[in-house]
């Protein structure tokens, strides 16, 4: 048999064991009973046949008192001596009844009837029991039981003398059913007296038994397991007389047939006991293991809510008290897993993965009713500079600052503060519309404008916030995440601090895949131009330098310009593309002017993504050996903040540039960070203040003093400078007062193609009266 449940099988072992138990104890107890029962019976029947043989002896006693008194008496030896047969019957039935005696007979010698206390005279008739008399003539044994006229007698016999034996007294009790009963009475046995026929056959001659019960009786067999049963021969003479003593096993097992069936009774409650008993154990058992396992099964959920319950001081309590300390070691570890998945080491603050799931969440909660929301991506300006500097120590040590910051200036807004990696943060805030993420956005600024100081080092850093609003900018994390870069990066670009996404940057990623295969098309199918605008020398008026701008003629929308395709081409990686398409037609130009006398040199911009690859000054060595032209013709524009973002790197390929003799300006100069250390360091060879300063510059004083100190700066470090956005005589008189080296800018020429470059040269030095290169 098979069970499923230990609960089952536990309740069945126990019953099978208790019933086991039981059934073993009954039948032992029972064995032992019957046995005891049927040796009692064997016990009662021997002491039955001593207290038989006991009466026995006292009737002989009796009877021969009696017929002693008689046979002595001398009135009745008289008339047995005169034959006066009346006063013999009188005397032996008055001696015989003082006795209750049942037969007192008077015989001759010669074994003769000679009077009958059953009224019997027949002189002819013989004594019954001549065997008797012979034995008690010896003198061995007087008393005798034998069968006269079919019923059973105890006799005995005593001589008559005068002085000599003249006759026999014989006296007997008749031994019927009566007798029987009492000898019953006193033995508690059955009892029954039978003679046997001459033929063999035995036949009943008193009994406690009822006539049907003795017919089937063989006292020379007696075997009956029903009875105990004892045979006593009763003659030694005369014809067999016996008595049979019976117990009834039944009835001599009734008592323990009573034990026994208490003994059932106690056995089947037992049992029951026991089931009932098991069942509850096997509950008790069991329970707590359906317990057990039902908490086991919440833990393998995820639930560590509440530990289980330890009601129990045994193995089960035991057991639960491992559960639980087990549920709190995978909760504990499950706790630091999440807190190592989810946090940034170095920081604390919420890291990338973090980040994205409560945007994910977020957006699923404000989806419904469009709650707007905002998200920023920030990023550090001239942290690289910072970590290259100081050391990675002090980068660490800023990132820690600026992320105490952040949480700072984040408090009262219950907003979310990542670091996504690298320099890179992102900030979630729930329940806000544009106005309110332009404004945090600005506390951001403000709060890392405060002076950061790091181990008594003072260490300026921006930052360029990208901001993007749900659902205006998108209901999808990727978009949200993609466009809030693209705000960041516009922020850098222009050095606003914060920007916030506008579709033209980038109507979706749609457009941008299109863009992109379009700008791949563009260099293929030569759709980019390149346009060359003068720098002129304000002392000299001459014109040896040209900066090459790329310009895309697209068939659709027309001159796009390069702010407007540079930056996703920075983005995409495929600037590396457009530059190599820029230098080597910058360079092919430049030869080919130089066939034709026009000896220029040329400016080409690069960004600060080529500046970290290597290979930028093999291609520019190649590139220039292809054409035949020398580095001194070559001139690399880099923006101030591009050289800042990773000085280390940028030096490094600016050293190798500069080796090869390609002159290195920096662009935009005045808008990024200067450090002025780094300059000396640069093999820098001119600086191009930046067209914000100069457009204004004789309005506005502030943009002047820039001008006039960048000029000042520039040449205390022998380095040259060009005042690029000259749109006006009146900043180029300026310019040219402050001893600026370089003009350029709409005033002098716009960037134009190179054969209206040319036509434009020799217009320009024929206007002068200057003589060209020519
Ligand atoms: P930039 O290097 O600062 O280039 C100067 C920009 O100022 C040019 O705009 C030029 O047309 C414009 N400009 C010149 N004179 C004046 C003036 O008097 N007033 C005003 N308002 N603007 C003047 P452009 O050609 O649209 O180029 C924009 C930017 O695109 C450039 O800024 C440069 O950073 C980038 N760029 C252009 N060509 C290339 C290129 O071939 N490669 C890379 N990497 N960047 C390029
Ligand atoms: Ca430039
Ligand atoms: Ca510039």
């Keep these: 048999m098979r069970f499923k449940s230990l609960r089952a099988r536990i309740a069945f072992v126990v019953v099978l064991m208790m019933l086991g138990a039981q059934a073993a104890a009954y039948v032992v107890i029972s064995s032992v009973i019957e046995r005891n029962a049927i040796s009692n019976a064997q016990e009662q029947l021997a002491v039955a046949e001593r207290v038989f043989r006991q009466v026995l002896s006292t009737n002989a006693e009796k009877l021969t008192q009696a017929a002693t008194v008689v046979a002595a008496d001398f009135g009745f030896r008289e008339a047995v001596a005169t034959h006066h047969e009346s006063t013999v019957v009188s005397a032996l039935r008055n001696h015989g009844s003082r006795i209750d005696a049942d037969l007192v007979i008077l015989a001759g010698l010669d074994g003769k009837l000679i009077a009958d206390s059953r009224g019997y005279t027949h002189g002819s008739q013989a004594f019954p029991f001549r065997a008797l008399m012979q034995t008690a003539t010896h003198g061995s044994e007087r008393s005798a039981i034998d069968v006269i006229d079919g019923r059973l007698y105890q006799l005995v016999a005593v001589p008559v003398k005068a002085p000599l034996p003249v006759a026999w007294v014989a006296m007997g009790f008749l031994i019927d059913d009566r007798m029987a009963r009492e000898m019953a009475s006193l033995t508690s046995l059955d009892v029954s007296f039978f003679d046997q026929q001459p033929d063999g056959r035995w036949t009943t001659l008193a009994s406690t038994l009822s006539a049907q019960r003795t017919a089937h009786m063989n006292p020379s067999d007696v075997a009956d397991d029903r009875y105990a049963t004892r045979v006593i021969s009763l003659t030694s003479t005369g014809k067999p007389v016996v008595v049979v003593l019976q117990r009834s096993l039944t009835a001599a097992m009734a008592p323990f047939h009573r034990l026994q069936s208490t003994l059932l009774v106690i056995t ?183 002076p950061i100081s790091i181990e008594g080092q003072p260490v300026d850093v921006g930052a360029s916030i990208g901001i993007v609003t749900f659902p205006d900018n998108g209901v999808d994390m990727n978009v949200l995440l993609q466009r809030a870069d693209i705000a960041m990066y516009v922020a850098k670009r222009s050095n606003a601090g914060v920007a916030r996404y506008e579709e033209r940057y980038d109507n ?210 022998g380095l040259k400078v060009v005042a690029e956005g000259v749109e006006s005589e009146a900043v180029l008189q300026r310019l040219t007062d402050l001893e600026c080296d370089l003009a350029q800018g709409f005033h002098l020429s716009r960037p134009l193609p190179p054969d209206r470059l040319e036509a434009w040269l020799n217009s320009w030095h024929e206007a002068r009266c200057v003589t060209g290169v020519r």
């Design 268 to 450: 089947l409650i037992g049992v029951l006991l026991s089931i009932a008993g098991s069942i509850v154990t096997a509950r008790s058992v069991t329970r707590p293991i359906a317990a057990l396992k039902h908490f086991a099964r919440r833990v393998g959920s995820g639930d560590y809510a509440e530990p289980i319950a330890v009601s129990h001081q045994d193995e089960i309590g035991e057991l639960a008290q491992a559960f639980n300390r087990m549920q709190e070691g995978i909760s504990r570890r499950e706790h630091r897993i999440t807190e190592l998945a989810y946090t940034d080491r170095l920081t604390g603050l919420p890291n990338r993965a973090m980040f994205s799931d409560r945007l994910q969440q977020a957006i699923a909660e404000a989806l419904p009713n469009e709650t707007p929301f905002g998200v920023m991506l920030m990023d550090l300006d001239r942290f690289k500079y910072v970590n290259d500097t100081l050391g990675h120590p002090i980068g660490d040590l800023l990132l820690r600052e600026v992320a105490l910051r952040l949480r700072d200036a984040l408090a009262v807004h219950s907003g979310l503060v990542a670091r996504l990696g690298g320099d890179e943060f992102g900030v979630l805030l729930p329940d806000a519309d544009l106005a309110d993420v332009e404004r945090v956005a600005t506390q951001i600024l403000k709060a890392l404008e405060q």
């Design 508 to 717: 979706s990623s749609a457009e941008r895949l299109s863009l992109m295969s379009e700008l791949r098309r563009a260099v293929e199918q030569d759709q980019l131009l390149l346009f060359y605008q003068p720098k002129v020398d304000l002392s000299t008026q001459t014109v040896k330098y040209v900066e090459a701008l790329v310009r895309w003629d697209h068939p659709t929308r027309g001159y796009v310009s390069p702010d407007q395709f540079i930056p996703f081409a920075e983005q995409t990686g495929y600037i590396k593309t457009i530059s190599y398409w820029v230098a080597d037609k910058a360079i092919r130009q430049c030869a080919m002017w130089r066939d034709v006398g026009i000896e220029l040199a040329i400016s080409i911009n690069v960004s600060a993504r080529e500046l970290i690859q290597s290979s930028l000054p093999d291609t520019f060595a190649g590139l220039l050996r292809k054409y035949n032209v020398p580095a001194e013709l070559l001139w690399i524009e880099i923006t101030e903040s591009a050289i800042m973002d990773d000085p280390n790197h940028a030096i490094e390929t600016l050293d190798r540039l500069h080796a090869l003799g390609i002159r290195l300006s920096v662009d935009d100069f005045g808008t990024g960070y200067s450090s002025l250390s780094y300059l000396k360091r640069m093999p820098v060879d001119e600086l191009k203040i930046d067209k914000s300063f100069v457009m204004g510059m004789t309005e506005n004083r502030d943009d002047e003093t820039i001008v006039r100190s960048t000029i000042d700066l520039a040449h205390n470090m």
